[in-house]
């Protein structure tokens, strides 16, 4: 029987269970909770800088009121830099996040928005701390063409979804599949790829067990205490 000690144990979003999802604090409570790495959500700054964030656009509950409801596109890092979300955290940087984690935890960055470009400039320097996702497979393609060296991965939640047709096409090296996806045909079809397999979001006991059973690299997960450490 395969250990869960055997698959890497990813915070999703860091520990959203503890803390407010995609900010520092969860990271680092993610970490103390037994992570070896954590996933984030990358949304690019009007100014070109990458920031740690899931939706494409502030909530309501922000300080200043004034940056309530403003997407991050439009926004520059100056004024991300002085927003305060509902609790007080405020909006990182992807470079905070990368320098305050690697080595030690890796880092996977899901882009949400913004130029891949922009993106690889910044996560580059980090070697194989981290790697870059995306359901927006013309995102990890264009990665792909423009930084081959960084370590890539497709986002997908359809059966109808072809993982052998995607990799060949993104030269993914990892697939994330909704867990609800995960059998032993998927897991056959990606051993032929020769692709690792992530599936997402795993909140129960007897789903990791099912999952780490099937031989899955890592399981991204809201609750770090399903898994052994």
């Not at 305050?100 to 960055?109: D, G």
């Not at 060296?149 to 995607?166: C, E, K, M, N």
Request: proline share 6%.
């Amino acid at each position: 029987m395969r250990s869960q000690r055997q698959v890497e144990r990813i915070g999703h979003r860091g520990a959203p269970r503890d803390c407010m999802e995609n900010t520092m604090a969860s990271f680092l409570r993610a970490v103390v909770l037994g992570a070896t790495a954590v996933e984030l959500d990358v949304h690019v700054s009007a100014d070109g800088v990458p920031v740690v964030h899931h939706d494409p656009a502030l909530k309501s509950q922000v300080t200043p009121p004034q940056f309530a409801g403003a997407a991050l596109a439009g926004l520059s890092s100056r004024d991300l830099g002085a927003v305060r979300l509902a609790g007080g955290d405020r909006v990182p940087t992807l470079r905070e996040v990368l320098d305050a984690l690697t080595p030690a935890t890796r880092v996977y960055v899901e882009i949400k928005g913004g130029a891949p470009a922009v993106i690889a400039t910044v996560v580059e320097p980090f070697g194989d701390s981290i790697a870059v996702h995306s359901f927006d497979h013309d995102v990890i393609a264009e990665m792909a063409r423009i930084a081959p060296g960084i370590r890539r991965g497709i986002l997908i939640d359809r059966p109808t979804d072809d993982p052998s047709a995607l990799v060949a096409r993104t030269g993914a090296t990892d697939v994330w599949p909704a867990f609800t996806l995960v059998d032993q045909a998927f897991m056959d079809q990606a051993n032929r790829c020769g692709v690792r397999v992530i599936p997402w979001t795993v909140n129960s006991a007897g789903e990791v067990e099912r999952l780490v059973e099937l031989g899955v690299a890592g399981i991204c997960t809201n609750d770090l205490a399903l898994l052994a450490t």
